[in-house]
């Protein structure tokens, strides 16, 4: 319809050669790691996963890093730090620098033109610096910052409270972000940049929930919320990770708008070595042809997930058995057919086999 592929299919593939299903390996963990007492090195290719690099959901290849950790631990609080130079995203089998990396998904639309966004970032810095610290676990209670720096680019900083009960009973979480440009956004041609040079962007990002624990099993029940305020368009290059907001559903993500707010209410119970997860969604998005605040033309929607995973033990040790449901509809019974296509009105279905060794 309208000459749109899938996209889900697509990215099971490479979706920098879309016709090529051959020759779609790839090295993704090579590294150099040395251990200590309370601290710890990783130097070369590996799979990180924080709030602004992470594996993604649902591809058979994930997002893959090139770069420098270190941790370190120290009176009970958590310290890293990370360099990273290159990024081999999800659905593709190339390595690529970070400039390189940005817009191989789309590019979307420029904020103040309206047109295809043409990326282009040629003042941003070699190498990203990531920092994050977590503070030790008090009745429960944790602190923790991420903070990134992308020089010449975009900076983005993330503080949150954590409450996760020890044997059952509340479980709360809020989070904030905030997100600025750093030098020219990229480019000093504000058309090129990958985000104008007065950009801000805010969200917060909180959940309250119930967790019930036995021996053999877990169950837990949370209420979620995510407002991206009116402030400006949060950004993150998709290439590198999912967005990292509590009211996140598998098929879908909220970067690239401002003006939002989502809630979700979940349903998650472990039991051995099987989960199950049922969760539904509202998210209410700018309209879809608001290009200064929805960056891909995404339309308000609704969504319901399941997911039954099971982790096998004993022979089949290291295989894991995955389905996963989703089914999204518009609240708008007007959209064009090309904003329908691959975003809403659609049941995406999964049953996933890996192995682990």
Known sequence: ?????????????????????????????????????????RFGRQTLETPFFNKQDGRMRPTTEEGLVYHKMFRNWTAEGMAIWAVSPRSTVEWYSLSESIGLYGSGRHPETGEKHEIAIESGAKAIGLLHFQSPVWRGWTTHGYHMWYPGVFQTHRVGLDHTPIDGGLLMGLHYYRQTAMGDGGNIDQVKA????????????????????????????????????????????????????????????????????????????????????????????????????????????????????????????????????????SQDRTLPDHVKVNTVNMLNASFIVDYHF
Do not use: C
């Open 194 to 329: 990958y985000l104008p040079v007065n950009h801000l962007a805010q969200v917060w990002s909180g959940r309250l929930g119930l967790v019930q624990e036995s021996s053999e099993s877990r169950t837990e029940w949370t209420l979620n919320g995510t407002r991206i305020t009116d402030d400006g368009r949060y950004l993150m290059p998709r290439e590198w990770g999912r967005d990292p907001f509590f009211t996140f559903l598998p098929r879908e993500r909220n970067e690239g708008v401002s003006n939002m707010w989502a809630t979700t209410v979940k349903w998650d119970y472990q039991h051995q070595h099987q989960e199950w997860i049922a969760a539904a969604g509202w998210y209410l998005l700018p309209a879809w042809d608001d290009f200064t605040r929805n960056k891909y033309q995404t339309p308000s929607y609704n969504q319901v997930y399941l997911e039954w995973a099971d982790a096998l033990a004993g022979f089949w040790e290291g295989v894991k058995l995955r389905t996963m449901f989703a089914y999204k509809w």
């Open 1 to 41: 319809m309208d000459g749109l592929r899938n996209r889900y299919e697509i990215g099971q593939y490479d979706i920098t050669n879309r016709g090529n299903t051959v020759g779609l390996e790839r090295l993704e963990d090579l590294y150099i790691e040395g251990k200590w007492a309370s601290e710890g090195v």
